[in-house]
């Protein structure tokens, strides 16, 4: 199995950064940071013209979350900078139906 290094995020907003969407990288994935951050700005240049303003970031992934399951978090701060992590997903909903019985539904 190989290791993931790094998650290439980018962004692609509105003038005014209010609304912003992921958009797909040619390759989300990396064994090093080294080869995310080399890719990085080519990848940017792809999408130029598609949106207003286009943010990408390098995440870097905790070997310690290769077996857990995590999620990608990000947000655009208010000086326009793209901040992001990949965090452990904590909160597991696990759906449950307990049947409940009515009083007009009680068996005798």
Known sequence: MEHIAALLLIVGCSDDLSYCRELP???PLYQTEAECDAELETSIRGFVGQYPQILGKCVSVDPALEY???ELVWDITGSGN???S???VTDVL????EEQQTPAMARP
């Open 25 to 27: 990288a040619p390759a």
């Open 68 to 70: 857990v399951d995590a």
């Open 82 to 84: 793209l901040v992001a």
């Open 86 to 88: 990949i965090e452990p």
């Open 94 to 97: 696990v759906a449950s139906r």
